[in-house]
């Protein structure tokens, strides 16, 4: 049943009206951790990943299935062990940088403890990226069109890593009235914004559909342009969900409204749209 919330027009007095209220969802009760066995848990977060990346193999297994395609499968078969350990070295570390170094200068030992939570987007691209490079010199094939490849996939991990922030209780929004409102476990009990699933629709399912269409049209033929599809997608998605999504407690707004997710995806515009100029002047040439 929706619960009875307090109601203002901005945060600061929605913290301190209780006189006036409005309905909010409650939050769903999902158990994080699926099943346990000793000390070993199995995790709806860890299960998302692992979805995502497999969903992702077996695609690009099917579309580089005939004979005399100019990626094939040994790349996507190697790349699949090293880019997870790219994404989670890269987010680990992407996020120790960007989103908490006062912390992990104090607590040194921690910042290999992964398992305690602590993954960054941006950091994990970046460990992808390398992956990427790696694994097309040593296979002796394109790296623009390996690239262009992993980025048809990599929404549907976006997609299910989101909705598992959402089932964690994690990244949630910033306080809201709007329908359908949720109210977070851990928070101050106010409404906000499910904004992994704001996430999820737009870094994940819309932008799946989008690449999958720019596919079907022939976009494997102009290199780059699928990555610069997925990563100018990205960016402006993410742009946008950060006015919806509450930021991180111990950075704050970095400038005048500015969350670190934003500064973050500005570059990435930039470049996938530079990509997507490449792939078409490559093409005229």
Do not use: C
């Not at 000390?39 to 005399?68: E, M, P, Q, V």
């Not at 499968?73 to 170094?101: A, E, Q, T």
């Not at 997925?230 to 400038?255: H, K």
């Amino acid at each position: 049943m929706p619960q009875s919330i307090p109601q203002t027009t901005s945060m600061l007095s929605l913290e301190h009206s209780p006189e006036i209220t409005f309905a909010a969802l409650p939050f769903p009760d999902i158990d994080p951790i699926i099943f346990s066995i000793g000390f070993l848990h199995l995790r709806w977060y860890a299960l998302a990943y692992l979805a995502g990346i497999l969903l992702g193999w077996f695609l690009l297994k099917r579309i580089t299935a005939k004979s005399g395609d100019p990626i094939g499968h040994p790349p996507l078969d190697s790349l699949i062990n090293i880019g997870i350990i790219g994404i989670i070295l890269g987010g680990r570390l992407g996020y120790v940088l960007f989103y908490n170094p006062s912390y992990f200068l104090s607590n040194p030992h921690k910042i290999l403890a992964v398992w305690e939570g602590g993954l960054a987007f941006h950091g994990g691209f970046m460990g992808m990226v390398l992956a990427i490079i790696f694994t097309a010199r040593r296979h002796h094939v394109s790296m623009i069109g390996l690239g262009d490849l992993i980025a048809l996939v990599a929404p549907i991990g976006i997609f299910f890593g989101r909705l598992a922030n959402f089932i964690n209780g994690e990244l949630y929004g910033r306080i809201t009235d709007v329908p359908w409102a949720v109210i977070f476990p851990g928070t101050n009990g106010l409404p906000r914004h499910p904004s992994q699933i704001y996430e999820a629709l737009l870094e994940g399912m819309l932008l799946f559909i989008i690449l999958m269409v720019a596919w079907r049209m022939g976009a494997r033929q102009r290199k780059g342009l699928l990555m610069g599809i997925f990563i100018t997608g990205y960016g402006l998605a993410r742009i946008v969900v950060e006015n919806f999504r509450q930021p991180d407690q111990q950075l704050g707004f970095i400038i005048s409204g500015v969350t670190m997710g934003q500064i973050l995806s500005l570059p990435m515009v930039v470049i996938g749209a530079w990509l997507i100029q490449y792939a078409f002047k490559n093409a005229k040439s």
